[in-house]
């Protein structure tokens, strides 16, 4: 393949490299690592990398790529997980990971403005003397811009929400390098149409996100995590409906399969029960906690639950959430060379046990080494398929599994991704859950980006 | 003014009335009561008013609108704030009470489906015996369509959240007549552009909303309601920055000045003292709530909050709530012939004591009576003038302090409206606000209703 050095004047990069100096890279080990993130999914290396250090850079960067039509692909941490930063077309990778500033932080009013840049981890080190946290966390330490772009959650979301209600505002640079802020401070607003959610999960394909105001929570008084191994899938997950159907505040409840429990013991050296496996942890104040506790215990003794193991100390609790946090490398390291190709399903809680018994029999029927492993509490699992994209009777055998897996949640009134975002591995599926309202979603695409610039070729075909 | 009637065959009228039938309207009374919510804003009749029972026939009627570019204003229940339904440019009101049927009620997954038309009161007596309730309150019985379209939020959004976070997904006509299912049933979703938070409180300017799928929740093991009465306004906004600082989990927390207690004292017949009161109600187990209940008793105390007059059992909370709700009443009662005004900001919490404080300072050095009630809990309170129209001195005079409230609240990182929405009346403010992004408001309104037939002249010029 051509490096961008070897061809003669390419205007866009010249001038980028007339704004930038060496902050723009054309090398082929900076191009290939923006042209792929940790998926299956095949990378394309971008033209250049930018590397931006403020928000008038990446208008001044967006406004050369639309005088030249050239693609804009943002990139964060390149921890997504359906090709939402492969260069499809070319074009220039804008890379945050300069933009490293926490903003503001207002303790008071429990919220702070970060640059995209900023990781999760980061973000929550800068406010270790506050009493303060940000609790989304998707299993990679991504970037607050990424895990806005594609609506980020993990496994606080049953008690915290996702991206879509942590992000109170944005600022975006525009198609045509209009910078625009959105959404604001205050708690509320009915001030006109709600950009702020339109730009959440839109995946750089409306805009590049370089600034984001996020709700910030107290740490609580009391927490405490457990672990509960049950004899069934069943049980655990009818564990996992009990408690929220009675409305128990949970703020993590996550089901590990047997497959997923036994991936985790051999990559962290643990010796969990394999079995299917629920993980909970327990937020509020010391009686709150204790409440709690005691609600899920007799939930879970009822229904084949073992007896919990708990973690009641910090750093028990780092170590036993490490491990959840830690499956998607677990599973790779189960078959040395292979890759894992995660996808998630999210379905209304009531059909979470059909839908994930009918998807283990599926597994079992076929020869896939497929662990599951899920943010329960929301209705949502994800399937990481532990496979050699290079064969490809293997791909086509999990693409159908897959398949079945993701129409059968629609079928339940559920959404074929949960979390991880459409990128190019779920645009299929988009159609099958939306119908004619992706053609209003092409509608806005076409209005806010008439070139087609912004991460061509992702979410929806203009 | 000339009924439509008098005009000569009026083609929209015509295929609207081969249509609908008697369900067409073009009487002056049901015109004139169509043409104004519940505001001062002058009212503006339409040219008819159809009465739709489905989203099929709110399709046809959209078409037939588009094709002849005549506006569509849909009605609720006519009882927003700010101007929302008045037919600035004629056009055809779509009436949409007779579309009151709730579809579905999912128990165990804590939602439902329910047609534009249904109240929130109707929504909650329908699920009387469930165990569930839907939590949004604004004053008035509003339809949830007309909830959706403003962002409405009301007393309890400081612990269950707004529209915003309370509908799932939407059914609606767009401009074109298509009719587009937006969001879903699942808890979650990373599936494309978020159009159901779009959609939500951009009032009738991109589309006709006629289903909404709402989130539910379990009626709590205990509630309980206090009113607490405090010798400064200070003292009671500083209960609510640190009750809500600390992070205690109130359902409700409500500012009434003694302008407005005195108000509601004479309108509903109570004997509360006339001082600064803050409003209360904790939800939660038996245990939480004694917990809470302590807790914000402690701070109250500290702050020169008198002893809690408690209300435990459902008929005398429902009278506290009935009070509360009835403040917008009871204002215009305060003065025969008046009209109220309501003007409603939002700030960041640690700005609110400051905001409330120097709005009433405003208050009292003009001659204006404007007592304030306030969703503080948010950072949202609200000022009712209960003013003459007629008279154009008062009104400059209100309209001066307005925008002094407006643009303090937008200096200290608030906005201009926290729930009642933009309409005709907040217009002014948007730019303020947001500055480019109307740009990028104007483009969607633009791209998704090109002949801007869309309740026009609300939220953004085209």
Redesign the interface.
């Known amino acids: 393949m051509a490096t961008a050095q070897t061809r003669p004047k390419d205007p866009v990069v010249e001038a980028l490299r007339t704004l930038l100096g060496e902050r723009l890279s054309t090398s082929s080990a900076v191009r290939e690592q923006h042209g792929h993130d940790e998926s299956y999914h095949p990378g394309h290396p971008p033209d250049a990398v930018a590397f931006a250090e403020s928000t008038e850079e990446v208008a001044e960067i967006v406004k050369i790529c639309a005088h030249h039509e050239r693609p804009v692909i943002a990139f964060g941490t390149g921890t997504s997980l359906e090709g939402h930063v492969a260069a499809l077309h070319g074009g220039i990778s804008i890379d945050t990971s300069r933009m490293n500033q926490v903003i503001e932080v207002?303790s008071?009013?429990?919220?702070c403005r970060v640059e995209a840049g900023v990781t999760r981890k980061q973000l929550n080190q800068y406010l270790h003397d506050t009493g303060l946290f940000f609790p989304i966390d998707p299993g990679a330490d991504a970037s607050l811009g990424g895990m806005t772009a594609?609506?980020?959650?993990g496994t606080n979301?049953v008690r915290y929400?996702?991206m879509?209600?942590n992000v109170l505002g944005l600022t975006v640079v525009?198609a045509d390098g209009?910078?625009?802020?959105?959404g604001?401070?205050?708690?509320?607003?009915?001030?006109?149409?709600?950009?702020t959610?339109?730009l959440?999960?839109?995946e750089g394909t409306?805009g590049v996100i370089t600034e984001i105001q996020l709700r910030l929570?107290?740490i609580?008084e009391a927490m405490s995590a457990a672990v509960c191994a049950f004899e069934s899938l069943e049980g655990a997950v009818n564990t996992v409906?009990a408690t929220i159907?009675?409305?128990i505040p949970v703020a993590r409840i996550e089901l590990l399969d047997e497959v997923q429990m036994d991936a985790i013991n051999r990559y962290a050296k643990f010796d969990y029960p394999v079995l299917p496996t629920l993980f909970f942890e327990f937020h509020g104040?010391e009686?709150?906690v204790a409440?709690q506790v005691e609600m899920v215990g007799e939930i879970a003794g009822e229904l084949g639950g073992s007896d919990f193991q708990w973690a009641h100390k910090p750093e028990e609790r780092s170590k036993l959430w490490q491990a959840r946090h830690d499956a998607y490398y677990a599973n790779i390291a189960l078959r040395p060379g292979a890759k894992a190709w995660a996808s998630d399903v999210?379905?209304?809680?009531?059909r979470l046990a059909d839908c994930i018994l009918e998807t283990k029999r599926d597994i079992e029927e076929s020869d896939l080494l497929a662990p599951i492993v899920g943010h329960v509490g929301?209705?949502?699992f994800h399937l990481s398929f532990v496979i050699d994209p290079d064969d490809p009777a293997e791909m086509a055998r999990a693409e159908a599994l897959n398949d079945r897996m993701v129409m059968r949640a629609l079928a339940m009134?559920?959404?074929?991704?949960?979390?991880?975002?459409?990128g190019t591995g779920?645009m299929k599926?988009?159609q099958a859950?939306?119908?004619?309202?992706?053609?209003?979603?092409r509608?806005?695409?076409?209005?806010?980006d008439p070139g087609n610039i912004m991460n061509p070729g992702k979410?929806?075909q203009v």
Do not use: W
């Not at 594609?150 to 959650?153: E, I």
């Not at 859950?433 to 979603?441: I, P």
């Open positions: 207002n008071e009013d429990l919220d594609t609506r980020a959650s979301a929400g996702t879509r209600e525009m209009r910078i625009i802020r959105t604001g401070r205050a708690r509320k607003s009915a001030a006109g149409y709600d950009l959610r339109l959440v999960g839109s409306l929570y107290g609580p409906i159907q009675i409305g104040t009686r709150g409440e999210c379905v209304p809680i009531s929301d209705g949502n009134g559920g959404t074929c991704t949960g979390e991880h975002g459409i779920k599926f988009l859950e939306h119908g004619e309202a992706v053609g209003v979603m509608q806005i695409k076409l209005a806010l979410i929806v």
